[in-house]
């Protein structure tokens, strides 16, 4: 013995164990449990540790209690009973135990003083109380730990701890959840009845809590083995009523990648690459309502892998939303996606663009956002963190305002547009919400519904269902159509302005050339009740001429309203993204950022171009200039195919929709003539009359 505790103290390395623990209460493990006990079965035991005599008086007071049972199955399988013996009996040590989250401390402290006895002093930290740093404590340490005394510091993040016992830790425990084989041991003591073989990560992402609630009086294993499995499930998001990967065409680039994902992730699996070699993350980004959050229930089905879900307004939302609070649920979301990976799972992280840029904070906000901000970058990176077998998806409406850290290899290192969907991709979106109540040939719908969100189209099919039902009947093809573009009932005047006005652009974009008239369809009514689809040609790089001619048919449809109706409606106006305010970011920027114009120094882009155009004369001036030009050629050009303008928009107000094709056979059969000139605009042309007959209309 002599010789042991002299070789123990030469040692200038602490000894590493690991052993596995669950977390949540444990203030039930005291030997003293006064429960009616099931016998233990005496041949489940581990062989040689069961005749230990510790470890069977243990077992003696633990019988039937089932936390005390999972915890002492767990400890037995990890640590040799050497190194168990020296924590019982060694003097003047040191140990730091890592729990894997801060929730885990006070248990793990429990675990301690109804194990080892209270000769061990425990320092708990948690992080709930920000004053107690590795200063905190340190000298209470040292001195302890001098007079002979055991201490052991167990937190989340061993940086929390003492100084003095840090540096001075003879022990070094890490603290992981508990697996099959630890389970299949405490079930076989609870029960007196082998489970048989259990699944590595039946309990992974359950805390101790839900792993004790299996476990009840005279039920037998399987019956526990069932109850662990839902409680599992229960923990990952549903997967079962989601699209196919492989046919969710509507995700363009997004699709692939995680094609490409699921297959690394099962080579990954067989042992064929390491982890290293597989994508860490992907931050998504669209408008709302495109399906990002069903894409990784979409991609985690195909990858067969645990999905959790949580964003940063659910930090706020779970706690009180103090400081510390927020950023223990943010650690709580990454440690169950942790604890879930066996090997592999997928944390969906949406509205990440809320946590805010650093660069953009104000001395305010930044006293308190960086703490959060500081600790999410670490917990993203997976050089530090520890996220081995965590995919983490990140999803946003806004990407410029995600923080450029956020973004860079190793953590969300790849952006991903998640697209309007064409018109096959709109049909994929149709049929899943169907779900197999598909009313005949759905074709003709696919480029009516093409650029909708997928929120729309869900809509879509709700809205049909509901007046299919109403009916007293089955759903049909015509309550779908109705739904797509309800008949309402529409003025004259205010349907034939919204006709020649979605017409004139259509026809003018084919004239000009500047890409395919997919549809113009009109919608509903309001101010954007029509739409016109045209697939830009992206053949070259975009010129002046080609911005030109762009916003050439962006003010078609005003300079049919005035021509046809006499005066411009505010539906050409009144947002950066309507017709008017589209065509001014456009022109701004051959002058302020595309150096097109007479300067060539950047000063903007996109929207930020209308602050410059607020604070610059010149530039508005400009502008100005240009957008009368141009609309005066785009009412030439209205003016010389009025004939070809009138009949779509007959055929527009009659059908709501016209598709491509049809809109060519229609310029094709009213060739025009060459523009001439036009009035000024700010003299009203006189109004050709309206070539329809008075009364009411459906649109």
């Not at 123990?8 to 005291?30: H, M, Q, V």
């Not at 013996?85 to 248990?107: E, T």
């Not at 079962?240 to 994902?261: F, H, K, M, S």
């Not at 005066?632 to 779509?648: K, P």
């Amino acid at each position: 013995m002599k010789k042991t505790k002299k070789k123990n103290r030469g040692k200038s390395e602490p000894e590493r164990i690991t052993f596995s623990l669950a977390r949540k209460r444990l203030s039930d493990l005291r030997a003293g449990s006064a429960e009616a006990e099931p016998q233990t079965d005496a041949g489940t035991g581990d062989g040689k540790d069961e005749k230990d005599s510790e470890a069977a008086r243990r077992s003696a007071a633990h019988r039937g209690n089932a936390a005390a049972l999972i915890v002492e199955a767990m400890f037995e399988a990890a640590v040799p009973a050497r190194l168990r013996r020296r924590l019982m009996h060694g003097k003047a040590l040191a140990a730091v135990v890592v729990v894997p989250g801060a929730a885990w401390v006070a248990p793990a402290a429990a675990f301690f003083k109804s194990t080892y006895g209270s000769r061990w002093i425990v320092h708990a930290r948690d992080a709930a109380d920000r004053k107690k740093d590795a200063s905190f404590g340190s000298d209470d340490a040292a001195r302890d730990l001098s007079k002979g005394f055991c201490v052991v510091g167990i937190a989340a993040d061993p940086r929390l701890l003492p100084a003095s016992l840090q540096s001075a830790a003879d022990i070094v425990v890490s603290i992981a959840p508990p697996d099959g084989a630890v389970l299949r041991k405490a079930i076989s003591r609870f029960c007196r009845r082998s489970p048989g073989e259990l699944d590595r990560g039946i309990a992974a992402g359950l805390d101790l809590a839900e792993i004790v609630a299996a476990f009840r009086p005279g039920k037998g294993p399987s019956e526990i083995v069932r109850r662990l499995k839902a409680a599992r499930s229960s923990r990952s998001a549903p997967t079962d009523r989601v699209p196919d990967l492989v046919g969710a065409i509507e995700y363009g680039e997004a699709r692939t990648w995680g094609l490409a994902l699921a297959r690394d992730i099962a080579d990954f699996r067989a042992g064929r690459i390491a982890w290293r070699d597989v994508d860490h993350g992907v931050c998504l980004h669209s408008p709302p309502g495109m399906g990002k959050t069903l894409f990784a229930q979409v991609l985690a089905k195909a990858c067969g892998v645990p999905l959790v879900v949580t964003s940063v307004g659910a930090w706020f939302a779970n706690g009180p939303g103090y400081l510390d609070s927020v950023i223990k649920e943010m650690r709580a979301s990454f440690a169950a996606a942790r604890a879930l990976a066996s090997p592999c799972a997928i944390l969906f992280l949406d509205e990440i663009d809320a946590l805010p840029d650093r660069a953009t904070l104000s001395p305010r906000g930044r006293d308190w956002w960086m703490p959060v901000v500081t600790d999410a970058l670490t917990l993203l990176d997976s050089a530090v963190s520890g996220r081995d077998g965590v995919v983490v998806i990140g999803a946003t409406n806004a990407i410029d305002r995600v923080d450029d850290a956020i973004l860079r290899p190793g953590r969300l290192e790849k952006t991903v547009e998640v697209p309007r969907p064409d018109a096959d991709g709109a049909l994929n979106i149709l049929r899943f919400h169907l779900d197999g109540d598909a009313p005949g040939d759905l074709s003709a719908l696919g480029p009516v519904l093409a650029g909708r969100t997928g929120a729309e189209i869900m809509h879509v099919v709700r809205s049909a269902r509901r007046a299919a039902r109403h009916a007293g009947r089955a759903l049909n093809l015509g309550d779908l159509e109705r739904a797509v573009l309800p008949v309402e009932e529409v003025a004259p005047a205010r349907l034939f302005r919204m006709s020649v006005h979605e017409a004139a652009h259509a026809v003018v974009a084919l004239k000009l050339r500047i890409g395919t008239v997919r549809h113009v369809a009109l919608r509903r009514s309001g101010l954007s009740a029509g739409q016109t689809v045209v697939l830009l040609d992206e053949a070259d790089l975009t010129t002046r001429r080609v911005i030109e001619d762009r916003t050439v048919a962006s003010l078609s449809g005003r300079a049919a309203e005035i021509l046809f109706c006499g005066s411009s409606s505010m539906g050409s106006g009144g947002d950066p993204a309507s017709d008017v305010g589209s065509a001014t970011i456009d022109l701004a920027a051959v002058h302020a950022s595309f150096a097109m114009g007479d300067r060539i120094l950047y000063r903007a882009a996109g929207a930020d171009l209308l602050h410059q155009l607020a604070a610059d004369r010149e530039l508005r001036e400009r502008v100005e200039a240009d957008l009368r030009r141009l609309e005066a050629r785009a009412a030439r050009l209205v003016a010389a195919n009025g004939a070809a303008i009138l009949a779509l928009a007959k055929r527009l107000a009659a059908s709501r929709f016209v598709g491509g094709d049809k809109i060519v056979a229609i310029v094709r059969a009213h060739p025009g003539r060459a523009p001439a000139d036009h009035p000024r605009r700010g003299r009203s042309a006189a109004p050709r009359p309206n070539p329809w007959k008075s009364g009411r209309r459906t649109a």
